[in-house]
């Protein structure tokens, strides 16, 4: 049982996340700097803009806009 279903993919809203325009994103692993075990839900399917840290965060890395 080592296998674990990754289905981020299912969860991201490409329109509707601030996600893909923020230049920590890594859309091949659903990861980022601030989240390098994978991004919240709620972050993927664009319900919190992540414009502040998480009280679960190891980091205090936010949003920030691609250039």
Known sequence: MGYVLDD??????????????????????????????????????GKNDHSKPFGFQMNDIVFEPTD
């Open 8 to 45: 981020r993919n299912e969860v991201f809203r490409v329109y509707e996340s601030i996600c893909n325009k923020c230049k920590h994103f890594n859309i091949f692993e659903f990861t980022c700097l601030a989240f390098p075990e994978g991004i919240p839900n709620e972050v993927l399917a």
